[in-house]
DNA sequence: TTATGTGAATATCTTCACAGCG
DNA sequence: CGCTGTGAAGATATTCACATAA
């Protein structure tokens, strides 16, 4: 077997937001999309959607387009979809709040089974069907629940420590929202979401789109 | 004047991590840092560290490092943050009352000034030492506050409707966390982050990384 | 005729390796 | 001597343009 070239980084990140467009064009009663209709809903170039949806083995058809719910199942098998996932949460306060309330979980593949805290006043609340326990079930929720995957939703101070123990606790991948960048052994995947970092390069992107305008109205009136 | 060729995208987008991280050391007293200890702290390599900064003008010192302070100082700048930002907030469920109480945010010079809801009952409540106002208030706040910058924290079927009215007000970018892509006019900048798109693609990193092994380990007894 | 799939060309990003400077 | 800054090489990613298939 030839066993298929990895999927480019750039590509694997754009398959997601395919996945998500497919299932939302499928729920509104649409049977086909083209590579133009579904970049242009992404700001994406159409070149580039045909590009990466042709690492799956033969997903549209010429003259036609891709029919979307033969997409949809093949991105699914492509992002591991095809099974569920477990997520262990790991700090109730706001940011674990709005996760466990975040609807589209509901009928995605990827679900939060349990939420950890430990502040003993938070311990035993429900929050969107979920009753809180103590951190120190954290192995045996992962070994309860099969949960593969961690998010932490704690202070800055103490994610790197709870990072350890969900590695510990053999969790395969961690989703961080504290404002550091935590280390992990080889081997288990993280990312970061860091609402201040997301911010800062929201600011950074509307000095650059306002320095190119300067920059296109000089041109217009060159030396 | 040469004009300074315009930092790469990803470039750009490490720059923020580098100034958290510099703000950091700084705040442990540490007077200087080396490319290779920035790098280890974030996952990137010493290479790239030095390449990102040398975008800057001077920033390092052969034979001894980046003066953090100076570093800091620069990479605000170049962020954008010499000056201060007003962001407004629209939608105070879980995650806008996690945004609201974003300790960071009171020291970074990107600050969320005003906060808009069109749910009655939320109207008049205090998150983080600001009161809700109801939309309607939208184009007063981004007046009377300089607003450059929205944040959508609304549901999905809202977003885009925010989206126009944000844009309607003069808004000159956006960070939208409603799980859908929202469409803005040429000049306006936008960025999404969708919990679900990041909890899946945490899922297919960690396929990924298991089928990395597998592979590692069938080379270790190749045919 | 329409819209995919894909070589080839281009553009962009990263790493290497070492000259250069304090 | 240590560590930055940077040409040049290498690796990746994107776009173009068109042959190809329904």
Redesign the pocket.
């Known amino acids: 077997m030839p066993l298929r070239t990895r999927i ?4 694997a990140r ?1 398959l997601s937001l395919y996945l998500r467009e497919g299932e939302s064009l499928l729920a509104i009663g649409a049977a086909t ?6 970049g242009a809903r992404l700001g ?11 690492y ?1 083995a ?9 029919d979307l719910s033969t997409l949809v199942s093949m991105l699914s098998r492509e992002l591991g979809l095809e099974r569920p996932w477990h997520a262990v949460l790991v700090g109730v306060g706001n940011i674990g709040r709005a996760l466990l309330s975040y609807a589209p979980f509901r009928e995605s593949r990827v679900s939060i089974v349990a939420a950890l805290d430990c502040d003993p006043a938070a311990i035993g609340q429900r929050w969107g069907g979920r009753m809180v326990e103590p951190v120190a079930n954290l192995a045996a929720v992962v070994q309860r629940e099969r949960v593969e995957l961690g998010v932490i939703a704690v202070p800055i101070g103490s994610a790197q420590k709870v990072a350890d123990l969900l590695v510990g606790a053999g969790i395969r991948g961690i989703l961080n929202f504290a404002p550091v960048e935590i280390v992990v052994p080889e081997g288990i995947a993280a990312s970061n979401v860091d609402f201040g970092v997301e911010l800062r390069r929201l600011a950074m992107d509307v000095m650059q789109e306002t320095a190119a305008l300067e920059r296109a109205s000089a041109n217009r009136r060159p030396a």
Do not use: K, N
């Open positions: 480019p980084r750039p590509a754009r999309v083209s590579s133009e209709r579904l994406i170039s159409a070149a580039q959607v045909r590009r990466d949806l042709a799956l033969q997903a549209g058809q010429r003259g036609v387009g891709y």
